[in-house]
T-cell receptor, first 109, second 112 residues
Framework: EDQVTQSPEALRLQEGESSSLNCSYT??????LFWYRQDPGKGPEFLFT???AGEEKEKERLKATLTKKESFLHITAPKPEDSATYLC??????????FGQGTRLTINP | EAQVTQNPRYLITVTGKKLTVTCSQN?????MSWYRQDPGLGLRQIYY???????DKGDVPEGYKVSRKEKRNFPLILESPSPNQTSLYFC???????????FGPGTRLTVL
């Protein structure tokens, strides 16, 4: 059974304090690993798709990396507007998305 | 503007009263899907549709029905809602051959 575990559940940082969010996964036949951002009361907003170990993608202060067992979302010099819940999901060959529980990130000014 | 829309956004109902949550996308996407989001459980897939007249169960289909008569619409039907279906529901869509799903704004359902 496909499984995704995100850690930590919640993370509080000061503005400018860099850190990483973890997504550990088990999946039969990884078709893709996805990162989404979700603001309170809104739908998930797509950030990145990673397909193979060693792949990296960047967008502004965010950088996602992928190994065979986990993915990291690195946030560099975060700002208060980066506060959100970050969701990780994996897709198997059947095109089913399995989500982790998310990491709630708070950036204090 | 390319988007997935859901209606209603908020709904409070009583046990057993049939309801439909609509989902519509204007991007001509073949694939559409419904998820529910619950605290501590994350997003879980209810049903999905690969194209018109093609639907299949996700991980938590019990108590729900769907139909896909038109490409743009994918309604979620609760024929006899129960309190354990109180949740935040999201519709998503994507084109065939592309992996990324795009989500609607969500429908918060409360069943009393």
């Amino acid at each position: 059974e496909d499984q995704v575990t995100q850690s930590p559940e919640a993370l509080r940082l000061q503005e400018g304090e860099s850190s990483s969010l973890n997504c550990s996964y088990t999946v039969s036949g990884l078709r893709g690993l996805f990162w989404y951002r979700q603001d309170p009361g809104k739908g998930p907003e797509f950030l990145f798709t990673l397909y193979s170990a060693g792949e990296e993608k960047e967008k502004e202060r965010l950088k996602a990396t992928l190994t065979k067992k986990e993915s990291f979302l690195h946030i560099t010099a975060p700002k208060p507007e980066d506060s959100a819940t970050y969701l990780c999901a994996v897709q198997d060959g059947a095109q089913k998305l399995v989500f982790g529980q998310g990491t709630r990130l708070t950036i204090n000014p | 503007e390319a988007q997935v829309t859901q209606n209603p956004r908020y709904l409070i109902t009583v046990t057993g009263k049939k309801l439909t949550v609509t989902c519509s996308q204007n991007m001509n996407h073949e694939y559409m899907s419904w998820y529910r989001q619950d605290p501590g459980l994350g997003l879980r897939q209810i049903y999905y549709s690969m194209n018109v007249e093609v639907t299949d169960k996700g991980d938590v289909p019990e108590g729900y029905k769907v139909s896909r008569k038109e490409k743009r619409n994918f309604p979620l039907i609760l024929e006899s809602p129960s309190p354990n279906q109180t949740s935040l529901y999201f519709c998503a869509s994507k084109p065939a051959g592309v992996d990324t799903q795009y989500f609607g704004p969500g429908t918060r359902l409360t069943v009393l």
